[in-house]
């Protein structure tokens, strides 16, 4: 089928195939055709459609074009709320656009990075991903502590975060260290880079959180975690 799809136009609206967003409008350019074909980390779908509930808070930390943001929208329903960061323009455009074609009365969409200070960093870019770095002069763009966004903004803590932030996890959860230590959220995160990991890990058992695969095995060993993970502090899943 991949000729095919290739010849689909960028801009054309179409209705999800299958899997968690099923029915929902999406814009075939925005990323690949596993989104609107359903198909896209079929693993995580399944995952987060047992663990998310109607009226939970959920935050999507690293939102990309909307994937998951829609997801969590749908699983939570009209009594819970989804709060998606995403910082690269681009993608940040994308999803906004999602929220708008399915009409989401429940999503808050905000543009920014989050790390464990609040200033302007530069951003830079490879295709749909983004990394900080201060060493870009000319697209800066505000970074945020979720300790100090939830201090600003008054909103409910979440009860499940997702963090896939292209190996800024560890300033993530630095940075929401009052809000770990008081509401423990379940957190799903994507781990890039074996400092990352050990940073992370170390932060994380530090608050008590076990560790399980997205096939909900606890993790006993951790040298047979890999690059996705759940951190929770009950003792299963």
């Known amino acids: 089928m991949r000729l095919p799809l290739r010849l ?14 099923k029915g929902c409008r999406w814009i075939v350019g925005s990323g690949v055709h596993r989104y609107w074909l359903g198909t896209f980390e079929q693993e995580i779908q399944d995952l987060v459609g047992k663990l998310i509930r109607p009226g939970m808070t959920v935050w999507d930390l690293g939102a990309n074009v909307g994937f998951y ?30 929220v708008q074609l399915n009409q989401l009365q429940n999503v808050t969409l905000v543009q920014g990075a989050v790390a464990d200070v609040q200033n302007f960093l530069g951003l830079t870019t490879e295709g749909p991903k983004a990394r900080l770095s201060a060493d870009e002069k000319q697209y800066l763009i505000p970074i945020f502590s979720l300790d100090w966004f939830q201090q600003v903004t008054g909103r409910k803590s979440p009860a499940l975060m997702k963090i896939d932030v292209e190996g800024a996890e560890a300033k993530v959860l630095i940075g929401a260290l009052q809000m770990l230590k008081e509401r423990r959220p379940d957190i799903l995160l994507s781990l890039h880079g074996p400092e990352a ?38 003792q299963s899943l």
């Not at 689909?8 to 967003?21: A, F």
Request: positive net charge; aromatic residues 10%; glycine residues 6%.
């Open 8 to 21: 689909i136009p960028s801009r054309t609206v179409v209705t999800v195939r299958s899997g968690v967003n």
């Open 69 to 98: 943001t829609l997801a969590y929208s749908r699983l939570v329903g009209s009594q819970g709320e989804v709060i998606a960061f995403e910082p690269l323009a681009a993608n940040f455009s994308f999803a906004l656009r999602h």
């Open 197 to 234: 990991k050990r940073q992370c890990l170390q932060i994380l058992r530090d608050l008590s959180y076990n560790f399980f695969s997205l096939e909900g095995k606890r993790f006993l060993n951790e040298a047979e975690i890999g690059e996705e993970l759940m951190a929770v502090t009950r």
